[in-house]
T-cell receptor
Framework: AQKVTQAQTEISVVEKEDVTLDCVYE???????LFWYKQPPSGELVFLIR??????QNEISGRYSWNFQKSTSSFNFTITASQVVDSAVYFCALSERSNYKLTFGKGTLLTVNP | EAQVTQNPRYLITVTGKKLTVTCSQN?????MSWYRQDPGLGLRQIYYSMNVEVTDKGDVPEGYKVSRKEKRNFPLILESPSPNQTSLYFC???????????????FGPGTRLTVT
C-alpha cells in the first residue's frame, strides 16, 4: 500500500531563513509519481511540482528546490530565503502507476514570521 | 478561464438528509477525483473517475456515492449524511499525458460541509 509521511507537523521560521520540509514515501511500484502542493491560508490547493520515479534529478525553481532520493525514499522540499508569503500548509503526495489513487501526507504547516 | 467549480461552497445540513455537491470542469479533463480534508489527517481520496462511466473507490469511500455521466461533471452524493462526514471537500481534475494519469491536478475551491 502506498503511504506518505510528513513527520513535521508545524515549522516556524523567521523571514530569510532557509527551511526544508521532509517527505518520506512507501510504495511497492517501481514506477510512481511524487507531488508537492501548497495550501495558503485562503484555502486553495496549488500544484508546485511533479517528479517521476525514473527521474532522480533535483529541481530548482526560483527559491524552491526539491531533493529526490530513491535510496532513502524521500522527496524533500527546500525554500531558500523564506518570505512571509510562503506561510502555508504544504502537502507531499504519491501516486503509483499501477493504480490511479493519489495519497497525500498529512501536511506541514509552515509559518514564516517577519 | 480554466477552472474547477464546486457548489455549494458552504453547506450546513442535518443527519440523514440526502445532499449532492456538484463539481464541474471546463478543461475537458478525463480524470476527476474527490477528496476530503480533515485537521491532522491531510487530504484523503474518496472516489475517482478515469472517464465517463468509469469510477473507482479511493481510500475513504464509505458513505459516499459518485457518478460520471458527462465528462465535465462529477457530483458527490451523500445519501444519508452523518456528523463524521463534516469536512472540507475538494474536487480535482487532470488530463493524462501518455501513460501518466495523474499529472498536475486542478482543484476546486472547496466545499465546507457541516452535518449536525
Amino acid at each position: 500500500a502506498q503511504k506518505v509521511t510528513q513527520a513535521q507537523t508545524e515549522i516556524s521560521v523567521v523571514e530569510k531563513e532557509d527551511v526544508t520540509l521532509d517527505c518520506v514515501y512507501e510504495t511497492r511500484d517501481t514506477t510512481y509519481y511524487l507531488f508537492w502542493y501548497k495550501q495558503p491560508p485562503s484555502g486553495e490547493l496549488v500544484f508546485l511540482i511533479r517528479r517521476n520515479s525514473f527521474d532522480e534529478q533535483n529541481e530548482i525553481s526560483g527559491r524552491y528546490s526539491w531533493n529526490f532520493q530513491k535510496s532513502t525514499s524521500s522527496f524533500n522540499f527546500t525554500i531558500t530565503a523564506s518570505q512571509v508569503v510562503d506561510s502555508a500548509v504544504y502537502f507531499c503526495a504519491l501516486s503509483e502507476r499501477s493504480n490511479y489513487k493519489l495519497t497525500f501526507g498529512k501536511g506541514t504547516l509552515l509559518t514564516v514570521n517577519p | 478561464e480554466a477552472q474547477v467549480t464546486q457548489n455549494p461552497r458552504y453547506l450546513i445540513t442535518v443527519t440523514g438528509k440526502k445532499l449532492t455537491v456538484t463539481c464541474s470542469q471546463n478543461m475537458n479533463h478525463e480524470y476527476m477525483s474527490w477528496y476530503r480534508q480533515d485537521p491532522g489527517l491531510g487530504l484523503r481520496q474518496i472516489y475517482y473517475s478515469m472517464n465517463v462511466e468509469v469510477t473507482d473507490k479511493g481510500d475513504v469511500p464509505e458513505g459516499y456515492k459518485v457518478s460520471r455521466k458527462e465528462k465535465r461533471n462529477f457530483p458527490l452524493i451523500l445519501e444519508s449524511p452523518s456528523p463524521n462526514q463534516t469536512s472540507l471537500y475538494f474536487c480535482a481534475s487532470s488530463q493524462p499525458q501518455g501513460r501518466l494519469v495523474l499529472c498536475e491536478q486542478y482543484f476546486g475551491p472547496g466545499t465546507r460541509l457541516t452535518v449536525t
